[in-house]
């Protein structure tokens, strides 16, 4: 799924605004494995999301209710569910030549027309 839009929380720090995202693309994606299964395309492997924050992806793991995290709305901890059921399973991606970059920094434009490319967005 391609869409693009702000978050409707205030998060506190980059983790908590990053395991935000990583429970919304979650939610995304037990959506579109429920669509395959009414479809009849049986969904048989895990549904792997990348997440470039390991203080997101740790959470996501083993959510610890500590003092950095223990203002985190409870609705967004339903991941680790998904990780514990074998459906999702959430991975670090911290490359430095990720895809995303062209739509969140200022790049030279080799690395842009590249990264645009892998999206599909210009002409090869």
Known sequence: MWWLKKQTVITLSSTEAEYVALSEAGCKACWLRNLSEELRF??????????????????AWNPQFHKCSKHIAM???????????????AKSCQDPEQTTDALTKALAH?????????????AV
């Open 42 to 59: 049986p969904q048989d492997l895990l549904t792997e999301l990348k997440g470039d924050n390991i203080g997101a992806i740790a959470m």
């Open 75 to 89: 609705k967004w901890h339903w991941i680790y569910d998904l990780i514990q059921y074998g459906v999702i399973w």
């Open 110 to 122: 080799p690395k842009h027309k590249r990264h645009t490319t892998e999206m599909g967005l210009s």
